[in-house]
């Protein structure tokens, strides 16, 4: 089992739309969590922190669910500018502390 | 404002060819961390710093070396390239280890 998991996607939505990804997570020991976005053929950039009480900016909205391990992003109001690609991260102690970034899930907002 | 800055941004290698990567910020960040990227596997670390003069080896180190002889900079080398190793390589520096990750704008290697 993967460390870090994420649909892959595409996910394909019109502008407007709200959209909702999860990734879940192995070590129930994980401490911080984190979504990036990464547009195509661009560095990854911070989208945002999730936070164990849930957080929102903006349109975006984090959740953290401990018990099921997984968190979650919304996307509420879709733009063509959210075309991109959104990559979970997830810090571990294993050992030794980790980060460890999931393969990422694609959205594409259309007209 | 700089931030990260990766060169070269492309190249191309034969193989047994070798290179060096390099990676400077201006954050006066203490950890800086090499990543590759490739179809389907995510971000995957080869190394990383946690401060001058310091490294230590990530997810996926063998074939490459690194040093951080100076706090701002970070390189990555590569002694005998192989065709595994294409790749987008990402620099990345971070004040705090669990804290916002600053990255380059990647650096795109094939090895022939």
């Known amino acids: 089992r993967k460390e870090v998991e994420q649909d892959p996607g595409p996910f394909n939505v019109p502008e407007g739309a709200t959209v909702a990804f999860n990734c879940t997570y192995s070590?129930?020991?994980?401490?911080?969590f984190f979504w990036y976005r990464q547009d195509c053929r661009k560095e990854p950039k911070l989208l945002m922190s999730?936070?164990?009480s849930g957080n929102e900016d903006g349109r975006f909205t984090a959740q953290l669910n401990r018990a099921s391990q997984y968190i979650s992003l919304l996307i509420r109001d879709s733009k063509l500018s959210d075309s991109a690609t959104y990559l979970c991260v997830v810090t571990m102690n294993t050992g030794f502390q980790k980060l460890v970034f999931g393969t990422g899930t694609r959205l594409l907002v259309s007209p | 404002n700089a931030g990260v800055t990766q060169t070269p941004k492309f190249r191309v290698l034969k193989t047994g060819q070798s290179m060096t990567l390099l990676c400077a910020q201006d954050m006066n960040h203490e950890y800086m961390y090499w990543y590759r990227q490739d179809p389907g596997m995510g971000l995957r670390l080869i190394h990383y710093?946690?401060?001058?003069?310091?490294?230590a080896k990530g997810e996926v180190p063998d074939g490459y070396n690194v040093s951080r002889l100076k706090k701002q900079n970070f390189l990555l080398g590569l002694e005998s390239a192989a065709p595994s190793q294409t790749s987008v390589y990402f620099c990345?520096?971070?004040?705090?280890?669990?804290?916002?990750?600053?990255f380059g704008e990647g650096s795109r290697l094939t090895v022939l």
């Open positions: 990345a520096s971070s004040y705090l280890f669990d804290g916002e990750l600053f």
């Open positions: 070590n129930s020991a994980s401490q911080s």
């Open positions: 999730v936070y164990s």
């Open positions: 710093s946690v401060g001058e003069g310091t490294t």
